[in-house]
């Protein structure tokens, strides 16, 4: 049983009424986006300070919240019929090489 995908504190994968997928149904999809984007934002701000030998498992959560974000956005654009290459394309600050611009 792993800390990030899933903990049995929070109910576990198989559990129909673990915590996220209660969240995720009874939150609207705005509503729950917001609550991914605040738990990442938790999970990286808070990283390595609560626990110092939690740092890679506090990052992995941030990373599971974020992508866990992405899908519900893809969905909804998915559903709505658009394309990802007509999404608003925000201005890369580094080229390919991580360098910056």
Known sequence: MSNVNHPGH????????ETIKVLEAKLSPD?????CKGNAIKYLD????????KLLEDFEKAGWYIARYAAHLRADRA???ED??????VPRRVNDRGERL
């Not at 990802?84 to 394309?89: I, K, S």
């Open 46 to 53: 808070r990283a390595g300070k609560k626990d110092k030998a």
């Open 79 to 81: 559903a709505a019929g």
């Open 10 to 17: 929070y109910g576990g994968e198989l559990d129909p009424y």
């Open 31 to 35: 509503e729950f986006r917001g609550f």
């Open 84 to 89: 990802e290459d007509t999404e608003r394309r």
